[in-house]
């Protein structure tokens, strides 16, 4: 819990430059370790500036907030999530902007193999209300454990957190403020339910003051948590579109629907697949086969038709071993992988990819393999 107490203060403290607030936990190890070298950074930081000096040469008023805020935490069930919690998100931890501190409360795992987020205009149509259910009822059918993320902003955003909850996905919101108020007040039934479905996710203290650059900055988290960005509907400037470039700095993939030539609200998604700034999509098969899921939803095809799958027939010695350590321990990274089944990394890289060409592993963000079941 200390440890938090000081992650926390250090988040204030660097509150408008979180890249260097993480490259400083980063390379001391520790929140504690920052607030430990606070008088004499230069020595174990020799690049530092005089600037970033003074601002951490003073924590007390950060301290004492972070003494009011986990009281706060406790009392309401939020979980305070640092890098060096396991709850954090892997994904999101890969982000060279990522907060140091998220505030999480709710019941979805922010590691689960499928996430994606759904996001655009907050003037939607019902044209993209009918994208974002006919989406969503068809992946449900393919892949049943997709998380599904967004900013529970009006619009698009929380159509995809509606239709979430109706179908029976977990749905996380990422929030631009506080956990003590919901915005807009519209949206605190659903948030609510969300979080016995899904969850509430932010970077933000409770009674942080809010204002338009949380909407943006919040973005980035929306982007980091996933595998891929869905952008439905946007006019030619929007957050959709913000996500989306945001998405595409980290290396993820980008998904837009097409609209009418001349739709106010389709001009955002034409001019970015004209750009090639993400891939037209149509429906839920066009996604799962760009993401390459498709041996889940061949798995889900056959579960429901009721044919029992040979379970990982035609394995080799070594292949067979992979299987059997994942099965045990769960997603591993392929250096811990590596150690477990005795097989050089050279020789592992090859087998990881024969059982992904027979369905029976998946890659996921962070060098980590999940056994497909």
């Known amino acids: 819990m200390e440890e938090k107490r000081y992650a ?214 929306v982007a980091g948590l996933c595998d891929a960005t869905i952008l439905v509907e946007s006019a030619a400037k929007g957050g959709g579109l913000i996500t989306c470039g945001i998405a595409q700095d980290y290396g993820r993939a980008i998904f837009a629907f097409p609209g009418a030539v001349g739709a106010r609200y389709s001009e955002g998604c034409n001019n970015l697949i004209r750009d090639n700034g993400a891939q037209l999509i149509t429906n839920a098969v066009d996604l799962v086969n760009s993401m390459g899921w498709q041996s889940i939803a061949q798995l889900q095809q056959a579960k429901s038709e009721g044919i029992e799958r040979d379970l990982f027939p035609d394995l080799t010695d070594d292949e067979r071993t992979i299987v059997q350590v994942l099965d045990t321990t769960g997603d591993l990274q392929l250096n811990i992988l590596s150690v477990k089944t005795n097989i050089p990394i050279g020789s592992l890289t090859a087998l990881l990819f024969q059982l992904e060409m027979k369905g029976v592993v998946r890659p996921l963000a962070g060098g980590c393999y999940h056994l497909l079941k």
């Open 8 to 221: 926390i203060a250090l988040s204030q403290l660097m509150a408008f430059s979180p890249a260097t607030a993480l490259q400083l936990y980063q390379e001391l190890g520790s929140a504690k370790a920052v607030f430990d070298h606070r008088h004499h950074l230069a020595d174990v930081i020799p690049d530092c500036s005089s600037r970033l000096i003074t601002m951490l040469s003073n924590w007390d008023d950060a301290l004492r907030r972070a003494d009011e805020e986990l009281p706060f935490a406790e009392h309401y069930a939020i979980k305070v999530l640092t890098p060096a919690d396991e709850d954090y998100p892997h994904r999101l931890s890969e982000c060279i902007d990522a907060p140091l501190v998220l505030y999480y409360k709710g019941t979805a795992d922010l590691n689960q193999p499928y996430i994606i987020n759904i996001v655009g205009t907050r003037h939607c149509t019902i044209y993209g209300q009918d994208l974002v259910r006919r989406l969503l009822a068809d992946l449900k059918t393919m892949c049943p454990q997709v998380l599904i993320v967004s900013g529970l902003a009006y619009g698009i955003d929380v159509c995809a957190h509606s239709q979430a909850l109706a179908i029976g996905y977990e749905t996380v919101g990422v929030l631009a403020h506080g956990m003590e108020k919901i915005y807009p007040t519209q949206h605190r039934d659903i948030a609510k339910r969300m979080v016995t479905q899904g969850g509430l996710l932010t970077e933000y203290m409770s009674n942080a003051h809010m204002d338009k650059a949380n909407f943006v900055r919040r973005n980035r988290i």
